[in-house]
Antibody
Framework: EVQLVQSGAEVKKPGESLKISCKGS????????IGWVRQMPGKGLEWMGI????????RYSPSFQGQVTISADKSISTAYLQWSSLKASDTAMYYC?????????????WGQGTLVTVSS | QSALTQPRSVSGSPGQSVTISCTGT?????????VSWYQQHPGKAPKLMIY???KRPSGVPDRFSGSKSGNTASLTISGLQAEDEADYYC???????????FGGGTKLTVL
């Protein structure tokens, strides 16, 4: 079974750093893109960016460029999303997704989500 | 990239059909056959329902279908069931992996 399993919920203070993870299993991790999607409380889905673990090719949505860093460690089939200095406005659920981008474009499956709460 | 436009809510009775629209531009929905639809139940992660405009992943009931005309894509759910009540999001590729755009989401209520 193809699965993406994300790290647990986090509670942080403004200004702190954070790195959340997404571990893939059941498929060739280096052959598919891994994307990140933000969902703020009560709001819709927002595209953040994507990485190809095979060669670490990384692309960011203009809205998130410079705000977060996406990386991957193919040796452990894990992708990461990190912040160097969190803001209260980063409070949201974050989903990782496997991106299928060969002769088509869609996201399946989705990780279970990581809730990030930033509060003083 | 602006979000794709979806109705905030739609509703239907069990057994009926409903259609959710997703309007973009010639740079996204109209320019590529790469529209996908996701179902999200409260407190759950989204689930792929339709990809590449009209293809259905294995395991998704054939009550769910997708189409596109010009800059507007549509998701139709026929034979509505109580478990279809959820939020639905469309998504389109827009020329590069940096330019992926989601719709604002539509809440489907089964009356």
């Amino acid at each position: 079974e193809v699965q993406l399993v994300q790290s647990g919920a986090e509670v942080k203070k403004p200004g702190e750093s954070l790195k959340i993870s997404c571990k893939g299993s059941g498929y060739s991790f280096t052959s598919y893109w891994i994307g990140w999607v933000r969902q703020m409380p009560g709001k819709g889905l927002e595209w953040m960016g994507i990485i190809y673990p095979g060669d670490s090719d990384t692309r960011y949505s203009p809205s998130f460029q410079g705000q977060v860093t996406i990386s991957a460690d193919k040796s452990i089939s894990t992708a990461y999303l990190q912040w160097s200095s969190l803001k209260a406005s980063d409070t949201a659920m974050y989903y990782c997704v496997r991106g299928v981008a060969a002769a088509g474009f869609w996201f399946d499956p989705w990780g279970q989500g990581t809730l990030v709460t930033v509060s003083s | 990239q602006s979000a794709l436009t979806q109705p905030r809510s739609v509703s239907g009775s069990p057994g009926q059909s409903v259609t959710i629209s997703c309007t973009g531009t010639s740079s996204d929905v109209g320019g590529y056959n790469y529209v996908s639809w996701y179902q999200q139940h409260p407190g759950k992660a989204p689930k792929l329902m339709i990809y590449d405009v009209s293809k259905r992943p294995s395991g998704v009931p054939d009550r769910f279908s997708g189409s596109k005309s010009g800059n507007t894509a549509s998701l139709t759910i026929s034979g509505l069931q109580a478990e279809d009540e959820a939020d639905y999001y469309c998504c389109s590729y827009a020329g590069s992996y940096t330019d992926v755009v989601f719709g604002g989401g539509t809440k489907l209520t089964v009356l």
